[in-house]
């Protein structure tokens, strides 16, 4: 009887250090998490797990802001983050050589634009004390990167901040709508689709101070999905069904933008122009694509102003090696 117990135990330890079938994933505001919208509403995720063996328990979560975001995958909250660049390259930072922080994958390449409806700002050397720029979260947002990414070539590498005093942590949402009614202290908003185009749409005074594709020399992946090494490791089939789902669902953004915005719609409940939403989608500035893009200028210039202590010397330095990610920068 000792020796069935025995053998009981070491069976349940051994199927539970391999059990599977669970994954909590994160997103944000706007449609720069378009991919995660038709992973949901087409289940791909289930449908890859599946021809794996496995029953997967798919929970979504909507968070605003790196930090808060971070946080919640340190806290064991949830197993996959989706922000920007520089969260993630913060966090690997942060976690290298201990939870081993890195990408799993992007979510395209989108334009992300500051927005102002003061009529006297033309260009960041414009604002003053009176402005205010609300941005996903403070000095660590992708926005708040880029922005210091254009402060350091407008003033100088040692000034890179200067303009993070004039900056507030806002979702995408309520920032939006402080441009277009007008009349407060926010008078920027480095936005994300459709928000921004939604602002230089409803409010006449409402136009582009700065674009972040300018800034980094291209088109560039700004808002990636990232994990525990813990996660990837001890969930392999998941892990693989959650990113053979994103490439899917980016080939089925690419192929089908009309569709694309009917499921933005269906899930997000958006009250969204459709025909805004399809523009936006069929811009040639927009990209679906998993493989990071250009996002080394971004993760280096952050070392450089000593944001993190970890120089990447590549790409593959922060992000997890996978044959569905490749061809990346």
Avoid: C
């Avoid at 890179?160 to 402080?178: E, G, V, W, Y």
């Avoid at 990837?232 to 080939?251: G, H, I, M």
């Avoid at 202590?309 to 990346?328: C, I, Q, S, T």
Wanted: hydrophobic share 45%.
């Amino acid at each position: 009887m000792k020796r069935l117990t025995i053998a009981a135990a070491a069976f349940f330890l051994a199927t539970s250090a391999h059990a599977e079938g669970r994954i909590r994933i994160s997103q944000q505001y706007g449609v720069t998490y378009l991919l995660l919208n038709i992973a949901q509403e087409r289940k791909l995720i289930e449908k890859y797990g599946k021809q794996a063996g496995v029953d997967i328990q798919v929970e979504w979560t909507q968070l605003s802001g790196g930090a808060a975001i971070n946080d919640a995958l340190l806290s064991g909250a949830i197993d996959i983050a989706g922000a920007g660049v520089g969260p993630l390259v913060t966090l690997w930072d942060r976690t290298k050589g201990r939870q081993n922080v890195r990408g799993v994958a992007a979510l395209g390449s989108f334009p992300y634009y500051l927005v102002s409806n003061n009529p006297k700002v033309k260009t960041i050397a414009d604002f003053t004390e009176k402005d205010r720029i609300g941005l996903p979260a403070v000095g660590v947002s992708v926005q708040a990167r880029i922005l210091q990414m254009a402060v350091a070539k407008q003033w100088g590498d040692k000034e890179f901040a200067r303009l993070d005093k004039i900056t507030q942590t806002l979702p995408h949402p309520d920032a939006a709508s402080a441009i277009i009614a007008g009349g407060t202290e926010i008078t920027g908003h480095f936005a994300t689709p459709p928000f921004q185009e939604q602002e230089l749409a409803q409010n006449p005074n409402a136009h582009v101070v700065l674009k972040s594709y300018d800034v980094q020399g291209g088109p560039s992946s700004s808002t990636v999905l990232y994990a525990t090494e813990k996660y990837r490791s001890e969930n392999p089939k998941t892990y693989r069904a959650f990113v053979q789902a994103l490439a899917e669902a980016a080939d089925f953004a690419a192929r089908n933008p009309e569709a694309a915005a009917d499921v933005y719609l269906k899930v997000n409940k958006a009250r969204v122009d459709r025909a805004l939403l399809v523009k936006i989608f069929k811009n040639p500035d927009v990209q679906f694509r998993i493989a990071p893009q250009n996002t080394l200028g971004l993760a280096q210039f952050m070392h450089k102003v000593g944001a993190v202590k970890n120089r990447p010397a590549a790409w593959r330095d922060y992000f997890f090696d996978d044959p569905l990610v490749k061809e990346g920068s």
